[in-house]
């Protein structure tokens, strides 16, 4: 009869394994309720982080762009102060930019963090939080790798662009036909894959190893998973306006609801196609017919 009760107990299902995850972090801290104390700092950090990205924004238009040929304004987070450095122009857009990723991806991330917290549940309380601690580190260095891509790509077309007026002019076109083509992205099978690696771990959780290694990969997969995901969205922000509030907001809400909401395929199609509205209308106010 033990024998068979140790046999069964050896075989454990991805639900079983949730709640065993689940009542073992209760049982570390009867005094506490973990999922309680998580979402309260995810909600101290996403607030932090969502203030200062508006504060940040609020001081942008007293230091107005630059006019371009086209109609357009060329944005200060491309160009340096007087007085400041590359360096320091680049560390100011990294912070920047830190910050306002912290604000739009923590609602969808938060979610996978719990689940890691639940595939290393075995783990001393103290220590799941130092591993959920360096996953969240891991995922966000992943999207300071890919701030510095995109700075040293604005600052390179913001060159460009000033020494060019006539490239400058079809600047409005270009920014139509980038969002045109991301919101055609939300429809591809390239879209569904990234997006179901990104939903993939809903319904079951597994087990991991409760090392720091394992915690800082894991992290970066995230990160990369994520960014590929949000690729289409997240260069339609770009060329919006890296500081337009507004659309930060609605991109916000893109990536949450198709990571988040029930048939998230459909609804990343939803998305498209209101995308490819706005893709047309900005291509064809910069072809003067809007």
Request: hydrophobic fraction near 55%.
């Amino acid at each position: 009869m033990s024998g068979a009760g140790a046999s069964a107990g050896s075989k454990v299902s991805p639900g079983m394994a949730c709640g065993r995850a689940s009542s073992g972090i209760s049982e570390r801290a009867p005094g506490r309720n973990p999922v309680r104390a998580f979402l309260g700092v995810s909600a101290l950090l996403f607030a932090a982080s969502a203030a200062l990205t508006i504060a940040w924004c609020g001081a942008m238009p007293a230091m107005t762009g630059m006019p371009m040929p086209g109609g357009w304004t060329l944005s200060m987070a491309w160009m340096r102060m007087p007085g400041q450095t590359w360096p320091g122009a680049a560390a100011s857009f990294l912070g920047m930019w830190m910050v306002m990723m912290a604000a739009m991806m923590l609602p969808s991330l938060v979610p996978m963090l719990w689940r890691y917290r639940l595939a290393i549940g075995r783990a001393g309380e103290s220590r799941l939080g130092r591993l959920t601690v360096l996953v969240g580190l891991a995922y966000f260095c992943v999207w300071t790798a890919f701030g510095i891509g995109v700075y040293a790509l604005g600052v390179t077309l913001a060159a460009v662009e000033m020494q060019q007026p006539a490239l400058a002019r079809g600047v409005p076109f270009a920014a139509g036909v980038i969002v045109l083509i991301g919101g055609m992205l939300q429809f591809t099978a390239w879209k569904a894959r990234q997006l179901a690696c990104c939903r993939g771990a809903r319904g079951h959780v597994r087990l991991l190893p409760t090392d720091a290694g394992t915690a800082w990969r894991h992290g970066v997969h995230l990160g990369l998973r994520c960014g590929y995901c949000c690729a289409g969205l997240t260069a339609i922000l770009l060329v919006i306006g890296v500081m337009d509030l507004r659309a930060m907001a609605a991109v916000t809400a893109a990536i949450t609801i198709e990571r988040l909401a029930p048939g998230g395929e459909r609804v990343a199609r939803a998305i498209g196609v209101i995308v490819i509205a706005a893709g047309l209308l900005l291509i064809a106010r910069a072809a003067g017919l809007g």
